[in-house]
Structure formats: C-alpha cells, structure tokens
C-alpha cells in the first residue's frame, strides 16, 4: 500500500527506461548546446519528438481529453514519471511535462473559452510554442497578491495593460508565444476580487524584456527568468481568462498542481545526491579512512535517505489527496510539502556539495546548482514563512479540542 | 492508499471509542492512584477486565494463534491502534499490548519450547504476569552486544548467572514474573554466536533488584527502569530460550516490532501535543496579540504537523514492510523511523513545553514528561549514532551506481 | 584583553581553591544530605561559615557598600566567580551570591527606605534569611507583565493584597521570610504604571503555601518554585517597594544581573559537562572504536567548546557594559545572552545526555538535570520569542542606514 | 575590554572613513568595470594609489619591517580593519590586505631567502604584481596534505615539477607572477616530511591554465579559482621556498593568519547584510503587516545579531591569542573560528536571502553571493568536519579531568 498502483508503476518503469536509455547518456551533449546557446537544444529537440511518438507526453495533466495528445495520468501516478524526470533539469521537457506550461495549460483547461483553448491550450498541448506567467513584481512584495499595481484597464473592446513583472519564468524564452499576465481590473472591489488574468501575446507591441534575472549567478537561455514591462499593451477583451475579478482564486488553483510537480521533481533530483554522495564517499579517504568511514559522511547520508523518504510519501499523500478530494480541502497538504520539500532539498545539496569538497562547489556536479534552486525554492510558490502561517491556521480549523482537558491536571 | 485498510480502521474507531468513553475519563483517577503508590492501580486494573472481555487485547501480537486470547493483527493493522494507546502512558496496558511485554511474548511465540511456552507465554497472553528483558548493563557499552559481560555457566543441569544490569524496564515491578536475561555463555565464540537468552524467574535466589532508576527524575512504581544484579542464580539448562548462541541474532528479532511500537505510541502522543499546542495558544495573550498569532507559534504547530504526519507515513511503511518482507530486509526501515521518530518526539515536545511557558514545565500538562521520554528514546532502542551508522551502510548496499557518471562532468 | 582584569582573576582563584577544596568534595555529603530532606543541609552551613569569615560572601552585588558584609565586585569582576559556582547547583548558597536573594537584596539597595533595609535587607545580606520574588501567575500569560491580575488595594494605612502567583522561587522553603509581591495598584494606569512591589512577610496571615511546583518532575526542599495564594493579605503602606506605580520598571531593573548571573552559573556548569563527555568518551568502547574517535562525539565536544566560549564572551561583554554604562543602555546585551546562553546550555546538556547513553538519563551524572534546567531556562527571565522581538527592535533603533544603498543594485 | 584598543580604533575609524568617502561610493563603478572585464578596474587601481599614499596599505602584516611600505598592525588591530574591508568583496585589494597575497607575503617574510625576498616579496609588497598558492589537487582528498601527488624531482640544478592543481586561487589573474606550489620531494620520508614548497614563476614553460573555476556559477576576471596543471616545469633549486621536506609545517603556519583574515572579513559582510535586512524589512508589508513585524523576521535579524557578536569577539580573542602566544598554540582557537564563522555567515545569507524574497536570489543584493561564498567557506582553509576533529583532540588534552569523579554518584 506504500507503492504506487500498478498501472503507475508500469508508466514510471517505462519512462525510467526511456530515460536511462536515451536521455541520461544525452546529458553532456545537452549540457554543451545550452552553454553554446541554444535555447532549445537540438538533442533534446529530437527527444522530444521520439517520447511524443511513443505517446509518453503530457503526463502531467491529469484533465487531459481522450482528443488532447498524451497520456492520461492522475496527480499520483504522475508522481512515480515526475521523480524520474527531476533527475535531470531538462528531462521534464523532453515529456512536455515542464513548469510553466504545465501550469498555464491546466489553467486554459479549467478556465478558456473555445476560441482561447483553439489559440493557446492545442499549441502548447502539441509543444509547438511556450508559455509564461506573469504574477510577481519587483515593486511590491508579492507574496501577497493584494499588493500588486499591474493594471489593466478597459478601453472599449480592449483592455489596457501597464505595469512592471520579474520573475516570469520564460516570458523571455525565443520558443514563448503567451504570457498569462495578472493585474488589477477591479482596484476598488474587495482585496481578493480585483485581479483577473489576461493572455498577453508574447510579442504584442508593449511588452519589453527587460532582462534575464541571475539566480545565484546562473542565467541560462533554456531556462530563463525574466523582467519585463508591460506598455500600454493593447489586449482584445476576449482575452480575458476566467472571470473578471477571478485572477486570484484562479491563481490559486493553479498553485497546487504546480507545487506538487515542483516538489517531486525536486525528490528525483535528491536521489541522483544521496547516490553520488555514495559513490564520491567511496572512492576517496583521507587521515587513513574512506571518507563514508566517518560518522559525518555516515550521517549525511543516512539523514538524506530518512528525510527523503518522508517527503516521498507526503507528496504522494498530496497529489492522493488533489486527486480524490480536490485542490481546495488538500490545500494544507500542499503548504505542507512545499515547506517540508523546499527545506529537505536544500539540506541535501548542502551535504551533497560539503562531501564533494572543492568540486562541490564547481559546475562539475549537480550539487552546486541543486543548492542553489533548493535554496530558490524556499521563495518561490509562496516563501516558507506564509505557508507555515496558512498551516498553522488550517491545522486550528481541522483540530477537535473537545477531550483535551483530560490530558490536563493541576490546582 | 494512504489510508489504513477498511479493517484497520474498523478495529482503531472501535478502540478509540473504548479510549475516549473509559480510558480517557479515567486518567485523573489513575493518576491518583499511581500517586498513591498502585503498582497496577484498580481503575486500570478493571479497564482491562472490560478490554479483555471485548476481545481488544494482545492486539500488537501477528503471530497470536487461534487458541490464544486476543484478536489478531498484523503490523500495519496495529499501527492505527498504538496510536491511539499512545496518548496516554498507561493505555496500552488496559488492552496487554504494553513494553516490554509484547516483545517478550513475541520472543517466546518465535522461540520457546512447548514447555516454556506453557509456563511463560500463558500466563503473559492472559495479562496474568509481568516480564522484563535484561540486556544492557551498566558497566559496558551496551550499545555493541559484544561488550556484555554477564556470564551463564554451565554446572551438570543448570546455567549459574552472574552479572549486573540495569534499565531492565519493569524487573523490579510487583507484577513481573520472568526476566529474560542476556549473557555469554560461548566467551571463545565469534562475536555474534557467544551470547544466549535465559528465562530467569523474577524470584528466584541471587536475583536482586538493586534500584528503580529515575529517568530525568521520572520514578513510577507503574513503569519501573530497574538495576538488578544475578549472583549465582541457578537456572535449568531447559530454561534457555532458542539455541545456544543465538542470543545475539534473536535479540535482535526483538528490536524490531519493538522499535516500531514505540514510533507508533510516540506518533499518539505528539497528537495529543499538538491538540495541547492549539488549545492553549488560543487561550491567552501577550502584548495585545493571541499567542497562536506569533509566527513563532504558527510555525512552531506547523511544522509539528508536518513532521509528524511524514513520520506516521514512514512507520505504517514500516509495518507493512515487516508484514510483508519480515523484519530482516526491513532492517533499515526500522533504523530510520527509530531516528526519525526519536528526534521529532523531542521536538514537538519542546515545542508544546515552550508555549506553555512556566506551566510547560511541571507536571500539570503531559509535555514536561514527554519532553523526557523523547529524549530518553533517542538512547533507547539504540543511540542514534549507531543507527545512522546502520542506514549509511544498508543505503550504500541498496545503490545502483552504474549510471551516476552521466551526471557529472568536469575536465 | 579577553582575559578578566587582574582583581578579578585572583579572586577568581581564591574562590576556585575553596571550591575545590572544601565545596567539591562535600558534594556527595550535600546530595545525601538534601535527598534526606535538609532545606538547609548541614554541611553547607558549615560551608557558609567558613566562606563568610574569609570575605567570600556577598561578591554578587556591586552596590555593597563598606559596612555591608562581603566584598564587593564589579559585574565583570563576577562573572569568572559566578562561573565556578555555577559548576554545583548549590554552591552559590556557600557564599551567599544565590537567586533570588541577590536580585532581591539589590532591589532593596536601589528602592529600599532606611527602615526597609534594617528590616530586610541586612538580614539578607547576613545570610540570616531567605526571600522571594513574586511575580508570575499561573492564570494569565505572565511574559507580558500588564496581564498580571493580583490586586493590592489601599484600605487606610494597610494594603490589601489579593492573588494567586506561582513559581515564585524559594516562597515555600523554610528558611524564607520576605516574599516581594507584584501587583496593581493603579488599574486605570497606563499600562506600564499599573503594578507596585510589596514587601510581604512570608508568614503573613493570608499568606498561602499551595504546592512546591516540579520542574520537569524534579522536586527538591533546597530549591523550591513554589505556588501560592495571597487572601486579604494585610501589609502596612510603608512596605511599598519603590513609587507606587513604578513596579513595572523596578522589575526590569532586577532583571539586569540576575539574567547575567543565570548565564554564568549555567556556563560554569556546561564547562563541567564538557569535562564529563571527554571522560566518558574515553572510558568505552563500541564497535572497536572508544567513543571519543566517533566523528558524533568529536562534534559533540568541539561544538560545545566553540559555542560555550562565544557565551562566556558574550555574557562578560555585557557584565561590563552593566558595569560601564547601565541597565537600560545593556537592555540589548541581557538579551542576547538570555538567548544565546539558554541555547547552548540546553545544547550541551543534550549532548552529555546523549554520551552517557542510558547513565545520562539517570541522576547518576549532572547532564539529566542540567537538561532540564537548561530546558526552563528557555522560558523563566523571558522566554526566547519575547527577548528576540526585543533584541530585534533594539537592533533596528541602532541601525544606522544611510549607506545601504550603495550595495545594491538592479534596473 | 571588549573594545579593540584605541590606536586599533583610531585606525579602524581612518579606514572606514576612506572607505565610506571613497570605495563604497566607488562601488557600482567598479562592477560595471569588473563585468566589462577589467581584472584590475581602473577604479580600484586609482584607490589603491590613494590608500597607498595615505599609508593605508599593507595592514594585515604583523611582520612589516621599517623599510616596507606599509603600517605595521598587530593580528588584533587588524581585526576592526579587516571587518571595514570586507564589506565590499573588492575592497582588500584597495589597501594590499587581500588574499591570497597577504598570506604568501607573510610565508615569503617567514622564510624567504634574501634574494627570494627581492624577486619576490618586494614586489608584492608594493602591489606590483599578484601570487597564487598552489595546494589542492583534483584526484585526490586534499584535506588530508598527505594525499597530495604533484611531485617534484630534483635534476641537477633544477627541481623538475608535474601535477595537476585546482582552486590555486587567483593563479589565472593576469596580475599573478608567482605560484607557490606545493609538492612532493621526498616520497619516502614520514607523511610530514614528504612536501615542500617551491617559487613557481606563472609564465614559466610548463604552467598551464585549464579553466576558471565556476564558484556557484560565479566566475569573475577579478578573483578567480584556477585550475591549471605543471608539466615538466623546470624551476632553479634556489627557488625552494624553506626546508625541503619543511612543506607541510610551513603550509599550517600560512592558515593561521588566513584563516583569520577570512573570517574577519565575513563578519564585515555579515554587518552588511543585517544592515539589509533591517532596511529591507521596514520597506514592505504583506497581509497588513510590515515584514520586520513578524516573528520569522525578527527572529532572524536578532539570531543574526546574537551570533554575529559572538563570532566576532572569538575571532578578536584568538587574534589576540596569535599576537601573544602565537599560531602553534593558538591552533585550536583557529579551527574555533573557522567553524563558527563559516556557519553563521550561511546562516545570515541564508536570511537575508529570504527577507528579499526573489530579489534576494538575483545579484542585485550582495545576499546571493555572500550566500554561496558562505557555503564555499564551509570548505576551504579545511571542511568543517577536519577542524571539528582537530578541536576535540585538542580539547581532550587541554582538558583537567582530575575532579570530574566529584560531579558522579550511582551504585
Ligand atoms: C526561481 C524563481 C522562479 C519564479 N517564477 C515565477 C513565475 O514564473 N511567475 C511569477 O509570477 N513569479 C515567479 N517567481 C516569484 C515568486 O513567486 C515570488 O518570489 C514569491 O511569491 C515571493 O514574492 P516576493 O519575491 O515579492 O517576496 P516578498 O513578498 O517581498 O516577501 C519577502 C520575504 O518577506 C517575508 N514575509 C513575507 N510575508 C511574510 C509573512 N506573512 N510572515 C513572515 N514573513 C513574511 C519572507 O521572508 C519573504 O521571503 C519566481 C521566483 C523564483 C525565485
Ligand atoms: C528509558 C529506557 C528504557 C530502557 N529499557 C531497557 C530494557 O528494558 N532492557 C534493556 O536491556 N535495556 C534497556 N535500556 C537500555 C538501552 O537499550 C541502552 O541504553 C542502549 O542500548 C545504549 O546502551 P548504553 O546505555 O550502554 O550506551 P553506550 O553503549 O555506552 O553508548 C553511549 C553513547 O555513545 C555513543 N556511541 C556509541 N556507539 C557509537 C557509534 N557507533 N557511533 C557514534 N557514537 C556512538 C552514543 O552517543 C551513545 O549514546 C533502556 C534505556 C532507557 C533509557
Ligand atoms: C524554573 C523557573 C523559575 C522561575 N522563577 C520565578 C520567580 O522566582 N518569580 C517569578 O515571578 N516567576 C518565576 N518564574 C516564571 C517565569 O518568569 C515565567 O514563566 C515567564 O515569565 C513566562 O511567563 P508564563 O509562564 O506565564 O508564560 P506565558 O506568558 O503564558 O508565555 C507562554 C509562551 O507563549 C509564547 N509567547 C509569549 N509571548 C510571545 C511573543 N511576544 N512572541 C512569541 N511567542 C510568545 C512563548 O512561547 C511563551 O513561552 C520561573 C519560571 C521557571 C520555569
Ligand atoms: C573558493 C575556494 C578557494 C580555494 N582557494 C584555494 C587556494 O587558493 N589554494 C589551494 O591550494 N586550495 C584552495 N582551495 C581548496 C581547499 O583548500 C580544499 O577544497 C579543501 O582543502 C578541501 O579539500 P578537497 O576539496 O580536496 O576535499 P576532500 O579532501 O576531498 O574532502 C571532501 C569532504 O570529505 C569529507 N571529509 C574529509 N575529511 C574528513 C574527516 N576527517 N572527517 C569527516 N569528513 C571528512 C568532508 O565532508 C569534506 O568536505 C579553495 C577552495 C575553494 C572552495
């Protein structure tokens, strides 16, 4: 009952094999055309059409249609493929199962119409172009989205877009085409109802790149993190997703998924650290011992194996819980892994980079990078702090306090 | 699946509804009566009576036969229950499913003879006597077996014993009968074959109880740790428990069902902890500001949940691993919830203790006590420090190596 | 320059050369003689004796004036005394530098009316009698000093005084005769001018012991916490301590040196746990291995090395920032080292406990109850959460900002 | 006695004032220079010339003779400097007090022969050219010096050097003229005696740049981690730099000052960042509350404040304790402060990383940076897990353990 069901077990042992057959030995080659430039390297691309052909595409989006290309899996059969992903930063890709778009597509899935689910949701479904979203801004903390000053306005059959957003993972990406932008339509109506969401064609005269943010000095053109503004950017009215005045419980919605792939792929990565942890520990000894001899090798090791697993089944109690009984009750579930995730990974790529020595801390391992996405992690989808608040707040709702005094004595 | 089965779950509502309408309401009471000096004070005495009568008893035996009293469950249907117990001390008594006695009936179901069983394991199943396992003694590190040096001499038909022990829990309690004591009988031996089990009756001549240890200043006459010394104690030669020998490697067998009960009784009462938690962080106020207000305290019941859910996991793992491929392969799964277990015991404890304040110290809440008993557990049941060393060398055989060097680079 | 100033070290030795000779040595006499039920053991009035007439007595208060008894040490100069006292829980008693009748003789210094300090402060300082400090009460969160609900009303030349307090350190013990109460004399205040010090006979009719409070289940006649009512206690009006209406900030003021002399005694005590975890380290061996070649057990003693010499700089900075430039300028300082030492503390002692294995949980060795006491020390003189917020608003009114800019950068 | 004494201030207050009116304001010149590729901007060079006219030069060199340029401090006095200095990464270089410069010029004043002084020591002195020390090799654990497998062979008149190195930091600046490598002479001797150290001219035949070594994806023209390999470099027997055989011993005596000097200078940039933090938390507000106004920031601004002055009061102690006693005794002291400084310093980044949110991971903060040159440190100059064991040997023989019988009871 610890396992996977069957059928998920299958598609992760398949795509396992896919992966260990033709996407690990692919690394180094797509390690040297990223850092050549190529914001789509040309091996991945070729993967991409091989795993698309054997049907192993769009894995992530549980509301897939029987007429959407892919394959069909609930949020906890995912998490078996997703681990497998997360070993390598751009293997997600290859599957079409990638952060932002898995996303943004599952949000066009809930929320467009006709018409925008024909323009956006089928090319993003067949890989043909990507996506960005646009909430955060770097002149208010946004963490809390009643800060954001984004506006859009109406005018006549348009909407008028202004405003300044970083961080939109891709927007800046050559292959982007659509940037799903939150900004306020409503600044008068109650906190939570004044935002909506536009679809922002990437290229639409307005919308500058600003630049390709640094993350703890690693700015790659695969994947990208960008600043951007927005200029009187002239938006049709029926490009509004959703309901007007709906842009933060949509982006709620869209959060749990997003989180719940993020952490997974996080865990896949963590084993590749605790097996290289292994490996590097056995092959060199100083002061007379192997170094997985001594008791802080032994412990690294030992507290990533336990930390790890935990997560592993807290995730997929999570994604469980988003498929059977929604998004919205197993909210406290995805606070809870996002924190408990974000902290484990980080933990591990610190003792990963600490046995490596010198090298740890170079480009020659994952760990180095690893330590600092996990570190990037405790930010994004919603910092550590105000998740451990939300959680604190829901556990108090969900507690039964009428036995307690029992358990008390005293004068 | 991240539920307990249908039956398991049956068979916990049913205990908790015992718990809740007898158990609970009784606790002041037996307090008292502890107080008082009741080695097995009557209300407890007459809850297990009822117990009996229900069929909820010896329920954390897998190996219970038919014509033994009790209901039958596995590991994994266990763990439901031990929680549950687990919120008050003393309620695993009520249903005979209590330290050290479970192990010890366990021991003997593997391992006894025809003989021993009808003189020991009887008498144990119907909750007629107590027993006590002797192993670590206070003048060797008795975290490495081999150190033991209590010594079983043969003389024509008997074992004479001599040695001292202590932290034998429950030898000195008026109840126990039979201590299972651990000494070398084969000193020129391999490390591991030197030792043997003996059943020495609790009164027999040369054993003498010596102290009840406090622990952190805790001394119960209901739960005793006792020092006790075996001066040429004469023991029939069919008094040994399994071959000659094997002591080392049935000791073991013990452990880990043992450890296991203990994570799962440990899980119940951090339930308690974090109820504890909620309740009073709502009932008072500082500085113009409800206590469960403070990050400190939203993050201090937050990460409570999220630690204690992810240990609940790990240890249903467990059980239903020990179910499934027995306690050998599970080794390293009962490593790591001892680990995890111990540690987050302590600090969820020293959480509850913390926003209680001064009262979080006394005994007038359960924290104080279970702050203690988290920190005794990260000795008991093996310090730590050797189980980490355990999981590093049990994670390192699991490893598949072959494929790391396709996530590395470098010149 | 880090070490005490000459006079300091010298008496420094003195006092160290009694202690180890004649306090050291009459420790196992102490032990037996307060588990007996000795308030007031014999052979620590022998002690006391014995220390006064060498002028080893009283080294606590830098206030002493000429014809008071004792010799009269600076802050700074203290802290290297208060160090080795510290190393036994009853040591300070010898010389008379003990909580709380330091800090309550010293408030008798600062507040005190001539007929006051003939009454109780002399006394004191003699030695002849006990005396405590009444503040906490067990009905409301006490942290935040404008909760406390014990009333003193004015009824003609008498106050009436009506509360419940508990914790209220050494109010039952034998020897005790001036319990110093807090309470609101002024309830239409502002908040800070509310409360009023009152100077109660212990043995006042009204007066009541309720019970001697376990600290973590640890009761002792030497060393009470006492909870206690007052009904209609009747005190005349020139026992008021101070202004009416100042008790607030007369309280803070007490707490200045007796946070600092909590810090060094717990200091001299990590000091000999460290000792014990090198000694017990080298007595046993596991697994081949003597506990003290275990990377853990290196850490164990190397981190407390390293975070018990920053304490003890810490603490005799902020001595001297007391002795330099006061109380309310070192608020910042007292602060800091409540936190940082009560961390340690508990920190070391864990680590003690932990190398000891199933000895340090017994009383066998000091780690079990340093544990515990490093355990309260977290909440009694404040607890953590509350001098943080302190520390961190003090440390923004110290920030001088004026140049941060130029760090940064960004579009 | 907590305060550096006053000719230590007066020059700290000289310092920081250039420092203030001069560097910092110079700052954001100086990073548009160092990313155009200047390894040597211009404004640096300009404000070297200043410092060095104002005798602010050469301050971290305890042993500056009269004639050398320069004002002699002691380790002590330097400390409030270095703590100026390392507020900006660059900032060292400005008064020739960087490294790795300063430690090969104290090794060359240590031990240099007069003509090896002229060729080499001068010039650096008077910041002519730069040096690098060449230690760490790729193939083997490097923290163990007796791994080492570059090797140096005697043929005639020429030492014959081969041997792959990495991390000989700043060895590929274009300023650097000298490499000290470190090699084996005498593979046959003891461990300790098999290195020695020889003066290695960068352009020489033979010395070849393999790369500039990402630090976490930092790789900067201006401070930068080579690796580079000897092949059949032929260096002239005088340019052995001490004994043969002397290597190891000289080694450690070139970290102590290091060390120090590195951690000086983190406490410097540790000042910094909490100096941010407190901004940056009064400067944004999420769900109604300034960020500075909950728990979580609080904590972390007053912990960083805490740990900071600890570690920076153990650092000014073994500074001292290198001024009067000298870096072979002081040797624990060293490991003391590495340790902690190391650890605290990732911590503070660690938050002031979160404070920022996503600005926090950009480069547009010195947080992200600080961060992961934190975590190198918990590298170089020695793993944290070498010094732990190195402190706990030392400890154990510091250690009296003539009383500790006196603190034991038990049966
Ligand atoms: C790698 C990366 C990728 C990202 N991708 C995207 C993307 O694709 N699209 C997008 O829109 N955004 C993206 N983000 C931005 C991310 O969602 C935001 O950074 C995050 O929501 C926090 O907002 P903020 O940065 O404005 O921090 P702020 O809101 O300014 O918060 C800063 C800090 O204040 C403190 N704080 C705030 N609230 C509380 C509280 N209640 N209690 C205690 N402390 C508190 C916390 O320490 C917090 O970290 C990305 C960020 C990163 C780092
Ligand atoms: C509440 C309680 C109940 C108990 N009940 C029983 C019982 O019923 N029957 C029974 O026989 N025993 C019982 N014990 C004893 C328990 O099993 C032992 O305490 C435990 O096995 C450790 O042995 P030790 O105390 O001799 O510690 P030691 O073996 O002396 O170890 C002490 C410490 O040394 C260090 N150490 C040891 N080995 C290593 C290593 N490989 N690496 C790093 N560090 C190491 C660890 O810090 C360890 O804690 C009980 C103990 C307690 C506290
Ligand atoms: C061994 C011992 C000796 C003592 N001796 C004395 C004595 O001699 N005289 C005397 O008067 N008192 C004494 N005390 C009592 C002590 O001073 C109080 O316990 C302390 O002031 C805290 O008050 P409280 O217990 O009412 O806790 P509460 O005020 O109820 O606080 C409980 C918890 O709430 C949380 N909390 C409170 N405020 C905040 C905040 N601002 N931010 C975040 N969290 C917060 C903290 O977790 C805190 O621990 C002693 C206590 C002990 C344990
Ligand atoms: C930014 C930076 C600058 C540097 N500058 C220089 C320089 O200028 N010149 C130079 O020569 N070198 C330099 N170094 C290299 C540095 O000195 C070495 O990295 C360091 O000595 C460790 O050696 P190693 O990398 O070979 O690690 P290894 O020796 O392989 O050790 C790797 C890990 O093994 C573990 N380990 C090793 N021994 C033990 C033990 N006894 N107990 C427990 N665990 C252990 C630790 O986790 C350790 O981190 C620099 C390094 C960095 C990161």
Redesign the interface.
């Known amino acids: ?2 396992e996977l ?1 069957e059928k998920a077990r299958a598609i992760q042992a398949e795509v396992e094999q896919f992966f ?1 057959e033709h996407v ?2 692919a ?2 080659q797509w ?1 040297k055309e990223a850092s050549d430039g190529f914001a789509r390297p040309p091996v991945e691309m070729a993967l991409r059409d091989r795993a698309k052909a054997l049907g192993l595409w769009n894995m992530a989006l549980p509301r897939l249609t029987e007429d959407e290309p892919g394959m069909r899996l609930s949020n ?1 059969e995912f998490t078996g493929v997703a681990e497998v992903l997360g ?2 930063e751009w293997a997600s890709r290859v599957f079409n199962c990638h952060a932002p778009d898995v996303p943004n597509m599952e949000l066009l899935q809930l929320f467009a119409t006709e018409k925008q689910r024909e323009q956006w949701l089928k090319p993003l479904l067949e890989g043909e172009m990507g996506s960005a979203f646009a909430m ?1 801004e ?1 002149d ?5 989205p ?2 954001l000053e984004t506006c859009i306005e109406r005018d006549g059959e348009y909407f008028i877009l202004n405003g300044r957003k ?2 939109a993972s891709n927007a800046g990406h050559e292959h982007c085409e659509l940037i799903i932008a939150v900004g306020v339509t409503d600044p008068e109506a109650p906190k939570s109802q004044r935002q909506s969401l536009l679809l922002v064609p990437r290229h639409a005269p307005g919308v500058d790149i ?2 390709n ?6 700015t790659s053109v695969t994947n990208m993190h960008t ?1 951007l503004t927005f200029t009187d950017v002239r938006i049709p009215v029926d490009q509004l997703l959703g309901e007007r005045g709906a842009g933060f419980s949509i982006g709620q919605a869209r959060l749990g998924p997003a989180r719940l792939h993020h952490c997974m792929r996080a865990i896949g990565e963590c084993e ?1 650290l ?3 942890m ?2 590097r520990s ?1 092959a ?4 007379g011992k192997r ?2 001899e ?6 690294a ?3 990533s ?2 930390e790890l ?3 592993r ?2 995730v ?2 999570a994604a ?1 819980l988003l498929d059977t009984v929604g998004n919205k009750v197993a909210r ?1 579930q995805i606070s ?1 892994i996002k ?2 995730v974000a902290r484990v990974y980080q933990d591990i790529a ?1 003792r990963a ?2 046995i490596y ?10 760990a ?2 690893a ?2 996405r996990a ?2 992690f ?3 989808d919603g ?7 939300t ?3 829901l ?2 709702a969900d ?1 039964d ?1 009428s ?2 005094a ?6």
Chains 1, 2, 3, 4 share one sequence.
Not at 284 to 287: A, G, L, P, V
Not at 294 to 299: D, F, I, L, P
Not at 383 to 389: F, R, W
Request: proline fraction near 5%.
């Open positions: 009952m610890f069901p260990t690990l030995p690394n180094s390690q906890l070993r390598l955060t770097p208010v903390a946004s963490s809390d009643a800060n970083w961080f600003i630049r943010l640094p993350v703890f000095d690693h600043e590749v605790i097996s290289l292994v490996e056995q060199r000894s100083t002061f170094i997985d001594y008791g802080a090798t032994q412990a090791i030992s507290l194996r336990i697993d935990q997560c089944l807290l997929q109690r469980h406290k809870m924190v408990a610190d980079v600490q020595g010198a090298k740890g801390v170079t480009s020659d391992t994952p180095a990078r330590f600092n570190r990037a405790r930010i994004y910092p550590d702090e105000v998740h451990l608040q959680i604190a707040r556990e108090a507690q306090l036995h307690v029992y358990y008390l004595s005293g004068e």
